[in-house]
């Protein structure tokens, strides 16, 4: 291990194949798994990471790739494992036996399991995860960041199994992160009832999360459970802190450690922290910090005081209490501004002044002008710091708005020595690709003739830049056989031109496969100048086509759109064919029938619900309630737990069947639900029961 530093620095330093396949190999025996993350914590220390993050190729994944590829690093990704279920999967077709068997080989072996090829059946794969946790689990994995508008609305259509699902597995985190983007899209009824699922759950800090995400303050019930369940963790201690600084949204505060001290002694019986809590006198959210930091050690006797004193503090849904206590503090004595200041509104003459200020050698306070200066909106300003940056004269960190005054420099700002050259460089690497381009030329002569610094400096900049623009104007060099200058666009895709082929093709005859390699052309012929803004009027023009007479939808097309034409269809055109029913008065409609009857399965759970109230509108009472028991076979939990009750309520007898089954099902709330509904409907449910029982 002791060799590890010096064989990272000399990976990080030396181009020769040989001898870094020797070091990673070294590496590699001496870190084992650690290998990877040990070269990116080093490549992030280094000015020029390119040369560590290079020995990575097949070891990162499609994420830290892209991530990479953001930095100007080009790595090949690890290449996923074959895995033959999902490979079946994916080539006959949906199959929920098939889809269980590719949950059972994530659970024996995660690892490179290729999810980005299961994305897009997301939303099968929440439908299998209601009855299935290992199927969420798998979900979890899918569902990395960024995640598009799309998947976060079949996410939002899926809460419940998201909620429910923090029961069934140990990774809150992951769910709680869904979760977060799915709520936000729910209706405010949705939210309730995702609150109310959450409350039903004993899984500590993750209930009160979902609570706060649906917009739900928590009661002191809820609070009292959640501190349980964190009791009987692994982690009691910090679980339960994690849990009260959940419920009244304090972070730890690192000052007041005395009065944490002094109540620690306090809370050993209740007489003591009376007298602690008549004492004290700190600031209200210094004493609710200290307060959450000593409740896990509390015994059982002062708990429900120390809640007590936290809920005086810090009411449950209200906004931290500290008005009053912010109105009592001390004023600062207005200073007399006087006619040096620098805090002064602008003028003529302030500026004046810092412009003095900024060509002062002599001076003490340059980077003071310097940042006031860049606050001001004149390019005047920003072109004064600039130079005063370039010319050594301001010693400035390098920050985007000191990046943003290169955008109306001209050539005479720029000139300077190689030092300044390296300045630029530096300050050049923070404008984006769009706004970097333009100094492409300038810094290309850094990189072949300045000094180490200002070279190295350079090639960052220009491996931000574009890499065509990059391209274009070294493509004349490498004609000239100035193969160097392959390392500014080595492993980025660049256009095919002319140049650039014949240089790849003299390449490849001259037997340098290695430089070859560098050489990436894009596929595709090059497109002519302005044929993106062409392909704009062309899509102006399609967007703008004269819209046609609207007309009334025919009967035939409302049952078109509610069977073929997705959710958002067949939610609208639903209500209008109830409507349609009840205006022509006709006792009972067939078709309609058994349209609802096909949409009672659909596969969206919004479609079937709305199926399932207009039956309500447009069935006698039997046909109704007869659709009614098709849904106590639903994936959903919530969909059969509400059928459960109007069946109950309904006292339907042919339903007694379906409830006695579900007293076997999965979900606790369902059983329990199902139980609930036999005893309304009384005796007549003894003679399932007893057959049922016979069976077991």
């Not at 290729?114 to 059946?121: D, Q, T, V």
């Not at 009053?324 to 003529?348: C, F, I, W, Y």
């Not at 060509?359 to 004149?378: F, N, S």
Request: proline share 8%.
């Amino acid at each position: 291990p002791g060799a590890v530093p010096k064989l990272l620095f000399w990976l990080g330093r030396h181009d020769n194949p040989g001898l870094r396949e020797a070091i990673v190999e070294a590496l590699r025996a001496i870190l084992g798994d650690a290998f990877a993350a040990t070269v990116l914590a080093e490549a992030d220390r280094a000015a020029d990471p390119s040369p560590l993050l290079r020995s990575l190729d097949g070891l990162l994944d499609e994420r830290a790739v892209t991530a990479l590829a953001r930095r100007g690093v080009t790595v090949q990704r690890r290449k996923p494992q074959r895995v033959p279920e999902v490979d079946a999967l994916l080539d006959g077709g949906w199959d929920a036996e098939i889809a269980r068997g590719v949950v059972e080989a994530h659970e024996r072996d995660p690892g490179l399991f290729p999810y980005g090829r299961l994305r897009p059946m997301l939303v099968r794969w929440l439908d299998l995860a209601a009855a299935d946790p290992g199927a969420l689990r798998l979900v979890t994995e899918i569902c990395r960041p960024p995640l598009p508008d799309a998947e976060l609305e079949v996410l939002a259509r899926s809460a419940g199994t998201l909620v429910d699902g923090l029961a069934a597995t140990g990774d809150h985190d992951r769910l709680l992160a869904l979760l977060a983007g799915a709520v936000p899209r729910l209706g405010r009824a949705e939210r309730l009832e995702a609150a109310e699922r959450a409350r039903g759950l004993d899984v500590g800090r993750a209930g009160l999360v979902v609570l706060r995400l649906c917009a739900v303050p928590p009661t002191r019930d809820d609070v009292v459970r959640a501190l349980a369940v964190a009791r009987s963790a692994e982690h009691p201690e910090p679980d339960q802190e994690a849990v009260l600084r959940e419920v009244f949204g304090q972070d730890r505060i690192e000052d007041p450690a005395p009065l944490r001290e002094e109540l620690s002694d306090a809370i050993r019986d209740a007489d003591s922290l009376r007298h602690a809590r008549d004492r004290t006198d700190a600031p209200s959210r210094t004493v609710l910090d200290a307060l959450i930091s000593v409740f896990p050690q509390a015994p059982p006797g002062t708990r429900d005081l120390l809640l007590d004193w936290m809920l005086e503090l810090q009411p449950l849904g209200a906004p931290p209490w500290t008005i009053a206590e912010e109105s009592r503090r001390p004023v600062p004595d207005t200073r007399k501004p006087r006619p040096g200041d620098l805090d002064q509104p602008r003028s003529d003459a302030q500026r004046r002044r810092l412009l003095a200020m900024l060509d002062d050698v002599q001076g003490k306070r340059p980077e003071t002008a310097a940042r006031i200066l860049l606050g001001w909106p004149e390019p005047e300003a920003g072109l004064a710091v600039l130079r005063a940056f370039l010319q050594g004269r301001a010693d400035l960190p390098i920050t985007l708005g000191l990046a943003a005054t290169l955008a109306d420099a001209t050539e005479a700002d720029l000139a300077g020595d190689d030092e300044a050259g390296e300045r630029f460089a530096r300050l050049a690497a923070h404008l984006d690709p769009a706004r970097l381009d333009r100094f492409v030329p300038r810094l290309l002569s850094a990189w072949e003739h300045g000094g180490a610094a200002a070279s190295e400096a350079a090639g960052r900049a220009l491996r931000r830049a574009s890499p065509d623009v990059v391209a274009e104007a070294v493509s004349g060099r490498l004609a000239t056989g100035a193969w160097g200058l392959l390392d500014l666009i080595a492993g980025r895709p660049v256009p095919p031109t002319p140049e650039l082929v014949r240089t790849l093709e003299r390449l490849r005859d001259e037997g340098r496969d290695d430089l070859a390699a560098k050489l990436v052309l894009a596929e595709g012929p090059l497109r002519a100048p302005g044929a993106a803004a062409r392909d704009e009027e062309v899509l102006n023009t399609l967007r703008e086509r004269p819209a046609g007479t609207a007309r009334e939808p025919s009967r035939a097309d409302l049952f078109r759109e509610a069977r073929d034409a997705g959710t958002k269809a067949a939610r609208h055109a639903l209500p209008r064919l109830a409507e349609s029913h009840e205006e022509s008065g006709a006792a009972a409609d067939p078709e309609l029938a058994d349209l609802l009857a096909a949409l009672i399965a659909h596969h969206e759970t919004k479609v079937r619900l709305h199926a399932h109230r207009v039956s309500r509108r447009v069935l006698d009472r039997p046909a109704y309630l007869d659709q009614t028991v098709r849904l106590l076979d639903d994936p959903e939990p919530a969909v059969v737990r509400s059928a459960i009750k109007t069946l109950a309520h309904a006292a339907w007898k042919p339903a007694i069947p379906g409830l006695v089954a579900l007293l076997e099902h999965p979900r606790a709330p369902v059983r329990t639900a199902a139980a609930d509904g036999l005893l309304m409907l009384g005796t007549a449910a003894t003679p399932a029961l007893r057959h049922a029982e016979a069976r077991a």
